[in-house]
């Protein structure tokens, strides 16, 4: 029998908005290739870029599976320029490394709720 499912820690609202923002926080990072946000969210987004990053990655190799994979990451952005740029751009640059595509820089507090805040970008 399986486990029963546990809802995760979610940033307010339901499981499609936390959805919807991370994959905003993912267009806006490979825009700016950096970007400033809450130790958490920034902790959270980590994973899906990294896995956006490894999914561009594979597709830059001309197999059947490479309009899928462009697809599949089209289809979480959800913004066509943020996708060209990340299959372009972004991945190309990667295609030695294995893994561990971004850094998250720890910045203090912020001024108004004492939010832990951090920068995550592209190493």
Aim: glycine share 8%.
């Amino acid at each position: 029998m399986p486990a029963t499912p546990r809802r995760a820690p979610r940033f307010g609202g339901s499981a499609a908005h936390q959805r919807l923002l991370m994959a905003n926080l993912a267009a806006s990072l490979f825009a700016a290739e950096g970007i400033v946000t809450t130790e958490a969210k920034a902790k959270a987004l980590r994973p899906i870029a990294e896995k956006l990053i490894t999914k561009a990655k594979k597709a830059q190799s001309e197999s059947p599976m490479r309009i899928h994979r462009i697809r599949q990451i089209q289809g979480y952005l959800g913004d066509k320029e943020m996708t060209t740029k990340l299959v372009n751009e972004v991945a190309p640059r990667y295609l030695q490394r294995n893994g561990g595509y971004t850094r998250i820089l720890k910045l203090g507090t912020r001024q108004g709720d004492a939010a832990p805040m951090a920068r995550i970008e592209l190493v």
